[in-house]
C-alpha cells in the first residue's frame, strides 16, 4: 500500500501534479508569496478541487522540514520505483535505441537528484539503481533533480549484476566509468546504439561485480591539478558526450 509522503519546491510538486494529479492529498501555500510562477501552479491544482490551505513561513519549514520548499508544500501518494520486472517490461516498451543509467553505491540524496536531473537532460529513457546501500527518491533529491524524479523511470533491482547481465542479453551494451588502467577516453569511445552508462560512487567507484559486469570502461580526461570529479558532475559530463554521439 502506498504511503503519504511530502514534497516541495515549485518543480517538484508541479512534476508530480503533472504527471500524478490523483495522488495530490494536501497543499500548503506561503501567504506572502503572490507572483507568476506561483500563481501557475494553484492554476493547475484548482481543477482538483482541493483547499489550498495557506501558511506562514514557519509552519512551511515544519512541514517542509527544509527551508527551501519556494513557498510550496504538498503531501502527496508516494508512487513506489519499479522493480526488475517493471523494467522489462518498460524495456519491452522502448521503439527508439534503449539509452539507460545504472548508478551503483549512490547513497549521498543530493547526488542522486542532481543525475537524475542531468539524465532527463540528456534524454536518457531511465535510472537504475540497486535496492539496497542506494539513495532512494525523498523530498530532498525530488527538490535537487527539479521535477525530473517525477517524469524520468526509475527503478529499483535486487541484484545489479543480474539485472546488467539481463540489459546485456538485450543487446544493450554497459559502458562503467573508472579511472584505471585499460581504460577508454570518454571521448574516443562509441556511446551510440543500445547503451547503458554506468557510475559508481564518488571515490570508491563502482563495487567490484558491477566493474567487471560492464562491457568497457571509460575514464573523463582531466586538464588541472583534481584527479575526480564530483559523481553528479561526472554522470552529466558522461550522459551529454553520448547525447552529443547519438544526435537529437
Known amino acids: 500500500m502506498a504511503k503519504n509522503i511530502v514534497v516541495f519546491g515549485l518543480h517538484s510538486v508541479q512534476a508530480y ?23 501557475r501552479l494553484v ?29 510550496v508544500v504538498a503531501r502527496v501518494r508516494e508512487v513506489p520505483p519499479g522493480d ?29 537528484g542532481a543525475c537524475l536531473r542531468s539524465a532527463d537532460a540528456a534524454g536518457v529513457q531511465a535510472v537504475i539503481t540497486p535496492r539496497d546501500k542506494s539513495a532512494s527518491i525523498t523530498p530532498v533529491v525530488r527538490k535537487v533533480a527539479c521535477g525530473a524524479a517525477d517524469v524520468l523511470p526509475f527503478f529499483q533491482v535486487t541484484n545489479l549484476a543480474r539485472c546488467m547481465d539481463m540489459l546485456k542479453e538485450r543487446g544493450i551494451w554497459l559502458v562503467g566509468t573508472a579511472l584505471e588502467e585499460g581504460a577508454q577516453s570518454l571521448y574516443d569511445a562509441s556511446l551510440k546504439g543500445p547503451l547503458a552508462v554506468v557510475m559508481g560512487a564518488e571515490g570508491s567507484g563502482m563495487r567490484r561485480l558491477t566493474r567487471e559486469s560492464c562491457d568497457s570502461l571509460v575514464y573523463i580526461p582531466m586538464a588541472g591539478s583534481v584527479e575526480s570529479l564530483n559523481v ?16 537529437s
Open 84 to 112: 526488475e520486472h517493471a523494467l522489462e517490461d518498460f524495456l519491452d516498451t522502448l521503439t527508439a535505441p534503449p539509452f539507460l543509467l545504472l548508478l551503483d553505491n549512490i547513497t549521498d540524496p543530493h547526488n542522486l
Open 17 to 39: 501534479l503533472d504527471r500524478h494529479p490523483e495522488g495530490v492529498l494536501e497543499v500548503f501555500l506561503l501567504k506572502s508569496r503572490d507572483d507568476e510562477r506561483l500563481n
Open 232 to 247: 553528479s558532475v561526472a554522470t552529466g559530463v558522461t550522459l551529454f558526450e553520448a547525447r552529443r554521439q547519438r544526435g
Open 43 to 71: 492554476q493547475a491544482l484548482r481543477p482538483l478541487g482541493l483547499t489550498l490551505q495557506w501558511r506562514d513561513r514557519a509552519q512551511l519549514d515544519e512541514l517542509a522540514g527544509d527551508s527551501h520548499h519556494q513557498g
